[in-house]
């Protein structure tokens, strides 16, 4: 398995923990989280060339880069 699938899996387990974290703990916390989960999910992506789905994890990455900064 490549190191990019891996990255993409572990991705989407804290994109799902993310959200609890966000609904149920702490907003800036869960933010950060999603921020990790979609800056290591993007390397697969653009190898397969889904750009739609990688111009989606920047609209979400700049959200929770929102939350973090603002």
Do not use: Q
């Amino acid at each position: 398995m490549k190191i990019d699938v891996t990255a993409r899996i572990i991705g989407s387990v804290l994109s799902i923990i993310s959200y609890f974290i966000v609904l149920h703990v702490s907003s800036t916390l869960g933010a950060m989280m999603m921020l990790v989960a979609d800056v290591i999910s993007v390397p697969y992506f653009v190898r397969t060339k889904s750009w739609d789905v990688v111009l989606m994890l920047s609209f979400l990455l700049f959200i929770s880069s929102s939350k973090l900064f603002l």
